[in-house]
């Protein structure tokens, strides 16, 4: 599939643990002149928990931005397994110059399972010819 967006790509990975993991970077932004797009979040539970956070994507902000969040129910009939998330070619906008983090299991013995997310970077800011952005 073609690149929508003239923007380098990247995808993180994790593994959703029964555990409590509160914010947690999985893509730290270049410059304060960037910014990072979320174009897609998956899950799958293996097990799972009720009224738990299953998976939250935020911005690093001290007052964080929630891009996504999913709360699981009780393993039963109807209960989603998995989703699949596209939030369009041009994506939903962390704050510029902030990165993005997760959390899950909130409450600690939470769901267990795996998540992915994929999205892109771009420059948004000018920034001085001899930088390294």
């Avoid at 999985?26 to 928990?49: D, G, L, P, Y």
């Avoid at 996504?68 to 039963?76: I, Q």
């Avoid at 998995?82 to 990165?99: C, F, M, T, W």
Wanted: charged share 15%.
């Amino acid at each position: 599939m073609p690149n929508a967006t003239p923007y380098s790509k990247w995808s993180a990975d994790g593994v959703i643990t029964a555990a409590d993991v509160t914010t947690t970077v999985f893509k730290t932004v270049r410059s304060a002149n960037h910014q990072i797009f979320i174009t897609r979040i998956s899950w799958t539970v293996t097990t799972h928990a009720n009224a738990k956070v299953l998976i939250t994507v935020q911005s690093s902000n001290a007052t964080p931005v929630v891009v996504y969040s999913h709360t699981d129910l009780s393993a039963a009939a109807g209960v989603l397994d998995s989703a699949d998330v596209p939030l369009g070619e041009l994506g939903i906008p962390i704050v510029k110059g902030e990165s993005a983090h997760w959390l899950w299991s909130t409450g600690g013995s939470g769901a267990v399972g795996r998540v992915h997310v994929e999205g892109y970077e771009r420059l948004i800011g000018p920034v001085v010819m001899a930088s390294t952005n």
